[in-house]
């Protein structure tokens, strides 16, 4: 296999194991069907975990014959995004349960394989029964999980790799794979001489310097929540008082229109763990604002979404509990939080602890590929104000007003964004309409991306002719010859320009976010 090839086999695993960490939280929280539905408890990756476990206890051994495990985990993940009628779900959607190439190339690759009952089996085993030094206990309870597993999964899959062993392999006393002579003599190292790995087998092993690489570390909770209170919460009382301030002024109509209108991000956000952070802060001040100063419009929208909710176990003997904390954390997640990183990988884990933290039962997995997105962030352009510093640009023309015709673009596109922003992904139908939305406005932003691609690259390198940027005569970009000189030098990166990838942010007088959170420098900075 070709190194793409071994690439595009791990972010497959590390996908299907999101997906199955997903359906196996949603279960035991009781947010799917289990022990409301018993078609659905037949069929449920709970069920599955007693059958392997009572497998292994008996003694069995997992036969290469059979394909049922896998089926059966494949069959209950289409059941969950696509609804399925008999187990009583609705169509629950999700960028993480996906087939759809055009949405989940991962997803995709997936669909198009199938691993035998003796390769999949025992890797559902491990994954799904908690083992301690009495033997195995039983299926995990996954209640549990939340953003410190999550970081743990984080710091994990950037130090590993796929690669295909040049020649056998042992390991030392700490676990390192070390080479082993033709003659089964070790060329390093004084572990046993037993091969671990034969020479042009596939292995999995640690990325050197990759979290370093990438700035990849999980941040601990105390300094997670020391920061939120320093940045967040100052951020969120201007917020609250701006509420009250239009509430008084203008309205309770105004009032709503700016309720959810705090922006925070993290532009270099691994896990999601800042992020998880900032939606419950969020969502519980804005919750005790509701509490105490009732705003119709937005009571309203939490009525609908509950309604909608309840609605898809109409023709269930139960409906679960769905509180009002939960429905107004999922839209909080939904219109308020923004991030980015580097890693695509990094970006679905950050995607999955946000879909996990704000599960509504009977409301589909928001569409979060438009809030959470993969780029870096210090590599592109990051405000309008650095291309009028560029190019010396009267201060009162900064905005898209630099680009007579790229206004003209975001004047036709301002009704795409305000949908997106209005939509509530009620159903799968909207999230599937706010998928095609964004990819819409993507590619009628696909000329400023281009321009804003040259201009990066100019600061790499200095022969880079950026006069093209701003001459309106020009109908594509992408065709000059500055622009391939451009894609030469952003080569090795992928430079996320947050106008594009956020352009409502940077219409109308209040730009850009109102805080941005973080990890801070994590290695002394030497100029």
Request: charged share 30%; aromatic share 8%; with cysteine.
């Amino acid at each position: 296999p070709t190194k793409e090839e071994l690439d595009q086999t791990y972010e497959m695993a590390l996908f299907l194991l999101y997906r199955l960490l997903f359906i196996a939280y949603a279960e035991d929280e009781e947010f799917l069907p289990r022990r409301r539905n018993g078609r659905y408890d037949q069929h449920s990756l709970k069920q599955k975990a007693h059958d392997l476990h009572e497998l292994v206890q008996e003694g069995r051994e997992f036969d290469d014959s059979f394909y049922d495990h896998w089926d059966d985990v494949m069959r209950l993940s289409r059941a969950i995004h696509n609804g399925h009628e008999e187990l009583g779900l609705p169509a629950y959607e999700g960028r993480i349960l996906s087939e759809d190439a055009d949405v989940s190339e991962a997803g995709a690759r997936l669909a198009d394989i199938r691993l035998n009952n003796a390769e999949f089996g025992p890797v559902l085993f491990r994954l799904l029964i908690d083992e301690n030094e009495d033997g195995y206990q039983g299926p995990v309870d996954f209640r549990n999980i939340g953003v410190r597993e999550f970081g743990v999964i984080y710091e994990g899959l950037l130090e590993s790799e796929l690669s295909v062993a040049e020649q056998p392999l042992t390991t030392d006393e700490e676990d390192h794979y070390q080479p082993v002579e033709s003659g089964g003599q070790q060329t390093l190292g004084d572990n046993s001489q037993d091969v671990v790995v034969q020479e042009g087998e596939v292995y999995l092993h640690g990325q050197s310097g990759e979290r370093k690489a990438t700035g990849a570390y999980y941040t601990k909770s105390r300094f997670v929540e020391h920061l939120l209170n320093n940045s967040l919460d100052p951020a969120l009382d201007d917020h609250i008082e701006r509420i009250e301030r239009l509430r008084e002024e203008e309205g309770e109509n105004a009032a709503a229109r700016a309720f959810f209108d705090i922006r925070v991000s993290d532009i270099a956000m691994g896990s999601g763990h800042f992020l998880v952070g900032a939606v419950d802060r969020i969502e519980s001040k804005l919750y005790k604002y509701l509490t105490e100063n009732p705003l119709t419009p937005v009571q309203q929208e939490l009525d609908n979404l509950e309604d909608t909710a309840l609605s898809a176990f109409d023709n269930e003997e139960y409906a679960p509990n769905i509180e009002r904390g939960q429905l107004l954390r999922r839209q909080v997640a939904r219109r308020c939080i923004y991030g980015a990183d580097l890693n695509p990988l990094s970006t679905e884990l950050a995607r999955l602890s946000i879909w996990v933290h704000t599960f509504v039962p009977g409301l589909p997995l928001t569409f979060l590929d438009y809030n959470l997105v993969t780029g870096d962030s210090l590599a592109g352009i990051g405000t309008l104000d650095e291309i009028a510093e560029e190019f010396g640009a009267d201060p009162s023309r900064i905005g898209w007003g630099l680009f007579p015709e790229l206004e003209d673009t975001m004047d036709e596109i301002s009704e795409e964004i305000e949908q997106i922003g209005r939509r509530a992904d009620s159903d799968a139908e909207q999230v599937r309409e706010a998928r095609e939305t964004r990819a819409d406005i993507e590619e009628k932003l696909a000329q400023v991306e281009a321009r804003f691609d040259i201009l990066a690259a100019s600061r790499v390198d200095d022969d880079i002719d950026t006069e093209g940027i701003l001459d309106t005569s020009v109908d594509s970009v992408t065709d000059l010859p500055s622009y391939e000189r451009a894609q030469e030098v952003l080569d090795s990166t992928d430079p996320l320009h947050f106008p594009i990838a956020f352009p409502e942010l940077f219409t109308g007088e209040n730009n850009g976010f109102d805080t941005i959170i973080g990890n801070p420098p994590w290695e002394e900075a030497t100029l």
